[in-house]
């Protein structure tokens, strides 16, 4: 595949949001500064966390809707293991974390095993995780975690926020594994013709399994740092984050219909999107206007893939 | 297969043995109620030392003008529209002020605690807020007070230490005295009732319904509390489970509590579809606007609230005198512009006065 035609649309995205950083910072000189900066790393860790294994799923073809009650199922675990059950807070962390991936690979299961579209699998999760969170939360929240556990959501590493870290150690990891590695080229593979690929001898079951999991793994810890952000555990956490998430991975140029899309066109698209929210309310636009932005900038970046697509005349 | 089916099972045993503590109620908060008196003996109040937070090197703001953010739970239903009003108006009149309103379009916390980050950036001089989780909102305000940030809050509190002040349009014990004595009036002290409220970790609602559980235990024993539902401040939601409530308990039901101003006329809405008037009572709190036409088709007789006008006109003059340095910690009263003096309570929570009904003969004369 030729690189230039693979970096087209991530290039063209990264000129658009370096023109908007630019148009951001003219607008109100807060924004572009360290500080400022900073706080919207961390503040963009949890979506961008999420984003990672979604990339991955959509590159399969598939979607996954469930992560956002993933995350909350987590949080309300990690507060009812830790403050009912009695765990000591770490190992309530490791066994809210397991119970997330598990969370994550019952999607797979449900996908792969009972042929679900991913689309109806994930819409029922998402019902069934935000139901379990609520109950059993009884819709009462956790509070006073010990300081020590506030580091994660709202301490720092070397001046820049410790959920960043986590960010890019996980961007990096995840950019490798998709590009570099026959895994990634299996989920490309997938994506782009399942039945190719399962007469290819591709394992799509365990792929698909492993991918799901996955999103489930970080949406637990995405969870665990968003706790520790606001120092409290509710059952409504995380609503909504699914369509930032897959908005900022198609943003990225990732292909609803699989077979395309990368792990940096995912991050850009998030810059981007969070640039765009933190920038316009500085500058003084209210939260509405700034939603009416954010969608125009998605339909303008999808109709400029497409356009590219047709350009190249399919390859 | 059977290593997979046990894990499952064991993490769904794991994360559904939880323990039953809180509230009688469901819907209500584990924090201690006090619950007034039977009779009309207004209740004693007992000083607490101050214990709101405290701006660190806020600048000398005295006299000069000031910019002001209002964060509401959210934007766009009826009664944040009237708090906005409200200190719309208290600007206006103080002069010196540059009031603007802003929030979520859904009662979210995590987009609420984004805004307030936003606007710190953007270094405004106060934050009005009404919290959508009283402990979740404490660390973004902590930061806005670390920036020299004056911060009140109306309507639903934080922690006492997130904030300066907090504007509590009336006392929880006050609302739920109210609330349940105009619900016995109704439905007799032996009626069974439900609750239509936003949701079951929305402070300002569970301090009410944990009062009431008790007020109801003290002085109504007899009283049947059927269930709790949630809302979400939604207006079809609202509807939707009202009319679930009517259905599921038939006759049994025969009285509904709206707990916010969306849930109390679709309740009286949903009440007035099922032809159920006058077999069901709705007591709740809400806009008078919203419930003129079911007050004067006689299906709901009273309806319980305070002046939201006057609770952000309050909120915005008590941020003005603490921006001037009028208003220190340990005062007992504050001066809020056309409502005179109000009374400091709790240690840091200014009241705004006692909670009103609205009826048949009085709606009128109200528009908001």
């Known amino acids: 595949m030729n690189p230039s035609m693979l970096f087209r649309h991530e290039a063209i995205l990264a000129l658009l949001t370096g023109v908007a950083l630019f148009g951001l910072a003219a607008l109100s000189d807060k924004f572009f500064t360290p500080g400022n900066l900073l706080n919207q790393g961390r503040l963009m860790s949890e979506v961008g966390l999420v984003a990672l294994p979604m990339t991955f799923v959509i590159v399969t073809g598939g979607i996954d809707l469930s992560v956002g009650s993933i995350l909350g199922l987590t949080a309300i675990l990690l507060g009812v293991f830790w403050q009912n059950v009695g765990l000591p807070l770490p190992i309530a962390m490791v066994a809210a974390v397991v119970c997330g991936t598990l969370a994550g690979f019952g999607n797979g299961f449900i996908i792969t095993r009972f042929k679900v579209p991913p689309l109806i699998a994930t819409l029922a999760t998402l ?104 120092t409290t555990t509710r059952s409504d956490m995380g609503t909504g984050i699914e369509l930032d998430v897959i908005t900022g991975v198609v943003l990225g140029g990732t292909s609803i219909f699989g077979g395309k899309g990368t792990v940096v066109g995912t991050v850009i698209g998030l810059v981007l999107i969070q640039a765009l929210k933190n920038g316009l309310a500085l500058s003084g636009v209210k939260g509405d206007g700034t939603i009416v932005v954010i969608g125009a900038v998605l339909i303008g970046a999808i109709l400029a893939g497409a356009l590219f697509d047709r350009n190249r005349g399919g390859s | 297969m059977n290593k997979v089916t046990l894990t499952f099972a064991l993490a769904f045993g794991l994360m559904t043995g939880t323990a039953m503590a809180g509230s009688a109620w469901t819907g209500g908060d584990d924090q201690p109620t006090s619950p007034l008196a039977c009779d009309a003996t207004p209740a004693t109040m007992a000083a607490k030392p101050y214990d709101g937070g405290s701006p660190t090197n806020p600048p000398d703001r005295a006299g000069k003008k000031i910019t002001v953010v209002d964060i509401p739970k959210l934007i766009g239903i009826g009664y944040f529209n009237a708090t906005s009003k409200g ?17 979520p379009t859904k009662a979210n916390i995590d987009e609420q605690i984004t805004f307030i980050d936003n606007y710190i950036t953007s270094g405004v001089d106060g934050i009005l807020f009404a919290a959508n989780d009283p402990v ?4 973004v305000l902590k930061k806005a007070l670390a920036a020299g940030i004056n911060v009140v809050g109306y309507d639903a ?4 230490d997130a904030r300066q002040w907090f504007v509590n349009q009336a006392q929880f014990n006050g609302i739920a005295k109210g609330l349940v004595d105009n619900m016995a009036k109704e439905i007799g002290e032996d009626g069974s009732f ?32 059927l269930e709790t539902v949630e809302a979400q401040e939604d207006n079809a939601l609202s509807f939707n489970q009202a009319t679930t409530l009517i259905n599921k308990y038939g006759d049994e039901l025969k009285g509904i509590f709206g707990m916010t101003s969306v849930a109390t006329p679709a309740a009286a809405e949903a009440v007035t579809q099922s032809k159920k008037c006058g077999n069901i009572a709705i007591v709740g709190l809400a806009t008078p606007n919203a419930m003129k036409p079911y007050v004067k088709a006689d299906c ?66 109200f528009d908001f």
């Open chain 1, 127 to 230: 019902a069934l995780y935000r139901g379990l969170a609520e109950g059993i939360s009884e819709a009462r929240s956790v509070r006073g975690y010990p300081e020590w556990f506030f580091f994660f959501g709202q301490g720092e590493v070397a001046g820049v926020p410790f959920q960043l870290w986590v960010l890019i150690i996980c961007t990096v990891t995840a950019s490798v594994i998709l590009g570099l590695t026959p895994f990634g080229r299996a989920t490309y593979a997938v994506g782009a013709n399942e039945t190719a690929a399962r007469f290819s001898g591709i394992r799509v079951d365990a792929t698909k399994l492993w991918i799901y999991s996955a999103a489930g793994f970080l949406s637990a810890i995405a969870a665990v740092i968003f706790v520790s952000r606001v």
């Open chain 2, 87 to 103: 200190i719309a108006d208290a600007a206006t009149e103080l002069g010196n002020v540059d009031a603007k309103t802003d929030g």
């Open chain 2, 136 to 139: 979740a909102i404490a660390p």
């Open chain 2, 157 to 160: 509190n934080s922690t006492p």
């Open chain 2, 194 to 225: 439900a609750i239509v409220t936003s949701t079951f970790t929305t402070p300002n609602q569970a301090r009410w319904i944990a009062e009431m559980a008790a007020y109801t235990a003290a002085c109504h024993p007899k009283m049947k509390w």
């Open chain 2, 300 to 365: 709901v007789k009273s309806v319980v609230l305070w002046n939201p006008v006057d609770l952000g006109y309050a909120a915005l003059q008590v941020l003005r005198s603490v921006s001037d340095g009028t208003l220190k910690p340990g005062a007992t009263s504050v001066k809020a512009g056309k409502l005179g003096e109000l009374q400091v309570v709790n240690g840091s929570e200014i009241l705004l006065g006692a909670p009103y009904t609205f009826t048949k003969d009085n709606i009128d004369k």
